[in-house]
């Protein structure tokens, strides 16, 4: 299994533009989670989905933050207008139940380095 | 509100002596508890958790933690460290209860191994 997918891995990019994080989760998960990581705040849930849903996006800082799962194999996150402050490593996990129960692991890919200048 | 505590920012230890990671925890409920650890540059790994039976977990790289449900603590320990275990360290809760899998994690404490 090639485990969680991200791309791009780094990201460089001017305040104003428009920003797109892709995730492939691992085959078989219907959960999958978006976070961000940064010095001053650490590890931060954006927003999750289950069976492609989102369920709670109480984490999504603002509304220049958007994320879509439109099938089970697919999340993007989007920040339009981008900002300096935005800029951080963006995390994409996935996970399963284990016979129906929310036992399992989250599994992280390896992030996506965005810079805002 | 749930929590998850890391109570040191950093812990350092010679290379060959054990070593403990802090955590507790404040959840209205019986939790599902788990490390994870961060190497340079790189996505958080699984290391251990706990879900049912025996209190002390044992993990990846020689790992394991002990669930102390009085203390509402999960310590993670390792008995000789090495320089290699130098990274960043996350405890994580999810409430039995819940009807998904996220999880809530601590703040981080970087573990220093200096040979």
């Known amino acids: 299994d090639a485990g969680v997918i991200q791309s791009p891995r780094h990201e460089v990019t001017e305040m104003g533009q428009e920003v797109t994080l892709r995730c492939k989760p691992i085959?078989?998960?219907?959960?999958l989670f978006w976070y961000r990581q940064t010095m001053m705040r650490g590890l931060e849930l954006l927003i999750y989905?289950?069976?492609?849903?989102?369920?709670?996006d109480s984490g999504m800082p603002e509304d220049r933050f958007s994320a879509k799962m439109p099938n089970a194999s697919f999340s993007t996150l989007k920040i339009q207008p981008s900002e300096p402050r935005d800029s951080a490593v963006y995390f994409c996990?996935?996970?399963?139940?284990?016979?129906?129960?929310?036992?399992?692991?989250?599994?992280f890919g390896p992030g996506t380095r965005l810079t805002v200048l | 509100a749930q929590s998850v505590a890391q109570p040191e920012d950093q812990v350092n230890v010679a290379e060959g002596n054990p070593l403990t990671v802090k955590c507790t925890y404040s959840?209205?409920?019986?939790?599902?508890l788990f490390w994870y650890v961060q190497y340079p540059n790189r996505g958080l790994q699984f290391l251990l958790k706990?879900?049912?039976?025996?209190?002390l977990v044992k993990g990846s790289y020689g790992f394991e933690a002990e669930f102390n449900k009085s203390q509402t603590s999960f310590h993670l320990k390792k008995p000789s460290a090495l320089v290699s275990d130098s990274a960043l360290y996350f405890c994580?809760?999810?409430?039995?209860?819940?009807?998904?899998?996220?999880?809530?994690f601590g703040q981080g404490t970087t573990l220093q191994v200096k040979p």
């Open positions: 994580a809760v999810r409430l039995r209860s819940s009807n998904t899998g996220k999880l809530i």
């Open positions: 706990y879900i049912t039976g025996d209190n």
């Open positions: 996990a996935s996970s399963s139940p284990s016979r129906g129960r929310w036992t399992d692991t989250q599994y």
């Open positions: 989905f289950n069976n492609n849903v989102p369920i709670d």
């Open positions: 959840v209205s409920g019986n939790p599902y």
């Open positions: 085959s078989g998960h219907n959960s």
